[in-house]
């Protein structure tokens, strides 16, 4: 899905600064979602929309910072374009890891989702909401790990936690190693 976002937004640089949405050719000038013209700001009472690569949510005006370096605002179709050279961190590793909608971490599974989620809100994110997105990782990897058995070995269950955390951990690194 991500990558279909980014060769969407490769092929046209305007998009609805409400929703979100590409303008599908130069000769749409209003979105058919929200009824305002690509390029105004969003009504006040909209639910704004965020990235979908990095998550961050657009401003009033509808706009995101520039990835590259500048003090510039962008709407999501430009910022989506300036992720192809601002990466947050080794996606194409990370969908080899993919089956579906859930991922392959440590021996467990996880919704893809939420693993990619945390992997990028992670870094920024050092609060609460980092520490939940990473208990219902290691939750849902450890629901799934003890399928199929009648008695919970409590002993083992922690084993399974520390595995699951000390897995999530790895892959965080991963992710964000640089490259080149
Ligand atoms: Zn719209
Ligand atoms: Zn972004």
């Known amino acids: 899905m991500l990558g279909l976002t980014r060769s969407a937004a490769l092929s046209t640089s305007q998009s609805c600064r409400q929703c979100g949405a590409l303008q599908p050719n130069g000769s749409v000038s209003f979105c058919r979602r929200c009824g305002i013209a690509y390029g105004s700001a969003p009504s006040a009472e909209a639910q704004l929309p965020s990235c979908p690569i990095c998550y961050v949510t657009v401003d009033d005006a509808g706009l995101l910072a520039s990835l590259a370096g500048s003090s510039r605002r962008l709407p999501i179709a430009d910022h989506l374009v300036e992720h ?97």
């Not at 990466?87 to 990370?94: S, T």
């Not at 070995?153 to 992710?175: K, N, P």
């Open 84 to 180: 192809e050279r601002h990466p947050v961190g080794d996606d194409e590793w990370l969908e080899t890891l993919r089956v579906g909608d859930r991922i392959r971490v440590g021996g467990g599974w996880a919704p893809f989702d939420l693993v990619r989620r945390y992997l990028v809100t992670g870094v920024v994110d050092g609060g609460r909401g980092r520490q939940v997105r990473h208990d219902a990782i290691v939750m849902a990897m450890s629901q799934v790990a003890r399928w199929g058995t009648a008695e919970i070995d409590v002993f083992a269950d922690q084993d399974d936690w520390r595995a699951a955390r000390l897995a999530i951990t790895r892959l965080m690194e991963r992710y964000h190693r640089a490259r080149g």
